[in-house]
Nanobody, 127 residues
Framework: QVQLVESGGGLVQAGNSLRLSCATS????????MGWFRQAPGKEREFVAAVSRSGAGTNYADSVKGRFTISRDNAKNTVYLQMNSLKPEDTAVYYCAADRTYGTTTARVDSYNYDYWGQGTQVTVSS
């Protein structure tokens, strides 16, 4: 069992930055690849970014490439999402999730691969 708690969301103006954090507890953090997903009102949950167990592998949605950076600190059991140049269309509830994958460089994009989910943190970007 893994517990995940997101933080760092808030209201920002377009062009500004936010850093989301996801603190985990329970089973060994390094056993899990980690991902960030988001869900805007009236839309389905979508993939944002993922990082492998080792941190060496990453994946990003095309909509955030070059603006968002995912990272992890295995010593602190925490995954981060640095979001720069935010746009109003980035407004959503952001969720972190844990993927019990055996590949150390695997960073999967499909939500059905993820075993545990946080409660989410709201990010609102005003124009």
């Amino acid at each position: 069992q893994v517990q995940l708690v997101e933080s760092g969301g808030g209201l920002v103006q377009a062009g500004n930055s936010l850093r989301l954090s996801c603190a985990t507890s329970g089973r060994a953090f390094s056993d899990y690849a980690m991902g960030w997903f988001r869900q805007a009102p009236g839309k389905e949950r979508e993939f944002v970014a993922a990082v492998s167990r080792s941190g060496a592998g990453t994946n990003y949605a095309d909509s955030v490439k070059g603006r968002f950076t995912i990272s992890r600190d295995n010593a602190k059991n925490t995954v981060y999402l640095q979001m720069n140049s935010l746009k109003p269309e980035d407004t959503a509830v952001y969720y972190c999730a844990a993927d019990r994958t055996y590949g150390t460089t695997t960073a999967r994009v499909d939500s059905y691969n993820y075993d545990y989910w946080g409660q989410g943190t709201q990010v609102t970007v005003s124009s």
